[in-house]
Structures are given as C-alpha cells and as structure tokens.
C-alpha cells in the first residue's frame, strides 16, 4: 500500500496559487481571480491588478521575480492603449481594472478593462495606484532600480501623477473620486474622498517619490508631491480621526459656522452621529472615518483604508496604535470567525436602498457591506507587525488556518461573525490565498516588512491646521 502524505496548508496554498498564474506567449504575467470551476467565470478568469498584488508579493518574497517583472511590463502597455468605448474613454494614465489573454489566430494578445466592461461600469481608480505600491517593492527587493528608472515606466508614472495631482474641481487634498473605485467596486456610498482611496494615494505618492529620477521634469513633481503629502498628512489626521474624545466634541459642535478659523469646518451636525457608534466607540482606540465632505461624515469603519494608513505611516503612531486597540476591542465585530470585516457595521433597511440602489450582492452583513475578507490578513500582519503587536495578527492567522482550506479558500465570508460562506463567493479565491501566504510570509520573514510599509516621512512639506 502506497502512502500519500496529505498536504500541508502551505504546500496547498503554493500549489494553488502557481495554478492560478496566467501566460501570454509562454511567459507568467499574472494571476487569474479565482479557478472556481462550479461558478460561472464571469470576470474571474482575468488577472486583476489588485487582486494580483498579494500574490505578487509573496513571489517577490519567494525570490521568483520573473512574474513581477513581466506583469509590471505588460500592465505599462496597457495603461498606454486609447482606446474608445461607446462614449467611454479612460483617461491616460488610468490601469485597466483586469485583462486576459486572448488570441487571434496564432497571436496571443492582452485584452484590458478599463471599467468599460465592469459591472456598473465602475472606473478602477485603486489600480494605478496599487501598481506604484507593487513597482516599489519591486524595486526594494531586488535592488534593481533600472526598471522603474527606465523612460518607459517614468512615463508611467507620470501619467499617473498628472491625473492625481492635476487641478480638480476641488478644494481639499485628499483625491475626488466616484463610488465604487476600488476594492468595494459597487455603490456603497463611496463617492467623494473615502478612506481607502486616501490611503492608498498616500502610500503610492511616497513610493513615486522614491523612484522619479530627479530630472527637471521630475523635480517638479517631487515638489508638487511634498506639498500635496503635507496637506493630506494634516487633513487625514485630523478631520478623518474618530476616538470618544473626537465623538465628544462632535456631539457638541457648533455648527453653521462661517469663516476661515472655525472648528466645525465641514459643519458636521451632532444629529448625524449613528446611535450604534455612540456605544461601540471603545474608551480606548479610535480610528479613520470612511469619508467626509460637505455636512457629512462617513462613521462606517472600513478595515482596508485603516490598515494601509498604519502601513504607509498616514497616521501618527500613536494613532496606528490606537486602531489596533480598536480592532482589538471590537474583536467579535471586527474578526470575529474569520478575519476581517470590509466595513463595519452593515447598512440597512432604507438607507441600504438608497445607498446600495438596492444591491442584492450587498445585503446586510453580505460581501462589501459587512461581509468578511481574508485577504485582509495580510494587510492586519503588516499594520500589526509594523506595530509590534504581532499578539494580534497571531490571534486573527490561528482562526483563519481552522477554516480556509476545509473551506477551499472562498472569496468571501457572510453573517455577523463570519461563520458561513459567502452567499455568491467563489472559491479558491487567488487573492485569499496569497492573502494568507503572504501574512505567514511577512511573519516569518520581517526584513520584508519594508517592502510594504514607511516609517514617518521627513520630507513631505509640513502643514498644519
Ligand atoms: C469583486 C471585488 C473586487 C475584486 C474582484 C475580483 O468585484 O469587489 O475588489 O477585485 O471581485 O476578485
């Protein structure tokens, strides 16, 4: 009788994820979304640029590079394809939200979506944004600047920054954007300035800094960076931050205020704080609202904006470690059976209409609104082991090893606390799966911390308020 050993989870996780990699004329480029094979492949079978970036990462880390490096290539020609769809035209500078390999005859060719085919036809703002971040660990790991040194990709990068910095209709420096421009790519009243666009523009405006050569053309954007990084610095920190001392004197702003020095600045009425935060803010911790503008805050929490802004140093220390006392102290909120909320808590009843148009997909407690993510571990061991609380991401790793492989590593997870599978989620989920790899990677491996976090920037020009 012959013995087969049974597979790790790790041996599981790798396996799958090098069954997920895509080629184009026989060279990996990318990963598909997931290889559900009882679900219609819809867009799953095209590689997502964020989705790729945790398996990006965890390649980076293995050393095998190869797949990086075309995939950063490939996604440069693509941003650079003007092409007109009904009366849809990316800007240029835009990535594709995805692409596929297609063929024509003998000739394999890539096929982007820019929004133009996405449900609801949502425009993909995080992903130019998510390929700065990935170019830059690129870079950190292998040493090798000419890449991203190269015209091609400082063209690139430019392209990008013009539209980030360019004028806009718009007086705050956070960046202005439509609803449903990243990660949650449905409407969940995300239009304006939310959170995870914030932090993910702070982020990739630091690691643009570091790669532009500092030719005329790049100094001047160097400058224009420092300045807008002070400003987004100051508006971030204090306007976005909610801890019981903040919702204390939200509760008892002033409002209707007219003039340059008054505290209630975007005339927030006390009215609008949900009842359900007046008793879940923690005495201890706090965190980032989800967005604000003009006579409005946005009091969800919303886990990705709030971990990359620890991860990129968006907030101060004391601030970063403040959240993670928060996520620890609303632990079964937030983690729960399986780690960890997108946004908490859910919206419903009318306001779930209004806000969702009625979104079957993002029922109460269900996928974006209120629905669990394991990809986020990775994101929570970065932030958590940034901070030296590497007790918590531990804690979060320990109850998702119990479930994702029985489970076959789903995309999503629903309920209060995470216990079912997600109503509509694929299984073997790409992004699920690095997502847990690269958490047990970054543990083992923290010199790479760096690949995906800052320290505090020293060079941004400072502001204050
Ligand atoms: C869903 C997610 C989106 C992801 C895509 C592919 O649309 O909301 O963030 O990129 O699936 O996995």
Not at 90 to 114: C, I, R, W
Not at 361 to 370: A, D, R, V
Not at 380 to 389: E, L, T, Y
Request: proline letters at 5%; a negative charge; charged letters at 20%.
């Amino acid at each position: 009788m012959v013995l087969i050993a049974k597979e790790t989870i790790e041996q599981q996780a790798n396996r799958l994820l090098e069954e997920s990699i895509i080629y184009y004329n026989s060279s990996p480029v990318g990963a598909v979304a997931a290889t559900d094979s009882e679900r219609e492949a819809l867009n799953y079978d095209q590689c997502f640029i964020r989705d790729f970036i945790p398996a990006a990462l965890v390649f980076i880390i293995q050393g095998k590079t190869e797949i990086v490096y075309n995939f950063l290539i490939e996604t440069v020609s693509l941003q650079k394809q003007k092409r007109r769809i009904d009366c849809y035209q990316p800007p240029t500078g835009l990535m594709p939200a995805s692409f596929k390999v297609e063929s024509q005859g003998d000739n394999q060719y890539l096929h982007a979506d820019f929004g133009d085919k996405a449900i609801g036809r949502v425009t993909p703002i995080d992903s130019c944004l998510w390929w700065i971040i990935l170019l830059r660990a690129y870079v950190k790991a292998t040493k090798d600047e000419s890449l991203a040194k190269s015209d091609s990709f400082q063209e690139a990068l430019t392209f990008i920054l013009e539209i980030c910095l360019g004028p806009q209709f718009e007086m705050t420096p956070t960046l202005l954007v439509p609803d449903g421009a990243c990660m949650i790519d449905r409407p969940m009243g995300l239009s304006g300035h939310p959170l995870e666009i914030q932090s993910l523009f702070y982020f990739a405006l630091r690691a643009a800094r570091e790669m532009l050569q500092k030719t005329t053309d790049g100094q001047v954007l160097i400058e224009k960076i420092n300045n807008r990084l002070g400003s987004v610095v100051c508006h971030l920190r204090d306007y976005y931050w909610l801890d019981l001392k903040k919702l204390n004197q939200i509760h008892r702003y002033q409002v209707e205020q007219f003039g340059e020095s008054v505290v209630n600045k975007f005339n927030i009425y006390p009215e609008s704080i949900p009842y359900w935060l007046t008793e879940w803010m923690p005495d201890q911790g706090g965190y980032l609202a989800g967005n604000l503008g003009p006579g409005k805050m946005d009091f969800r929490f919303f886990a990705l904006g709030n971990l990359v802004s620890i991860m990129g140093s968006l907030t101060t220390d004391q601030q970063s470690q403040n959240i993670l006392t928060l996520i620890e102290n609303r632990w079964s909120n937030l983690v729960s059976q399986m780690p960890m909320k997108l946004c908490y808590p859910a919206i419903e009843g009318l306001t779930w209409k209004i806000i969702t148009g009625c979104d079957p997909k993002n029922t109460p407690w269900s996928y974006h609104n209120g629905g669990s993510w394991p990809v986020l571990l990775w994101m929570m061991m970065a932030a958590c082991q940034k901070m030296g609380r590497e007790d918590l991401a531990d804690r979060a790793m320990t109850i998702a090893e119990i479930r994702l492989m029985s489970d076959e590593w789903p995309e999503y997870y629903d309920g209060k606390n995470g216990r079912l599978i997600g109503k509509s989620s694929r299984k073997f989920q790409t992004w699920t799966i690095a997502g847990w790899l690269l958490a047990k990677l970054l543990r083992e491996n923290p010199h790479c911390l760096n690949y995906v976090c800052f320290e505090k920037d020293t060079e941004a020009i400072a502001c204050t308020i």
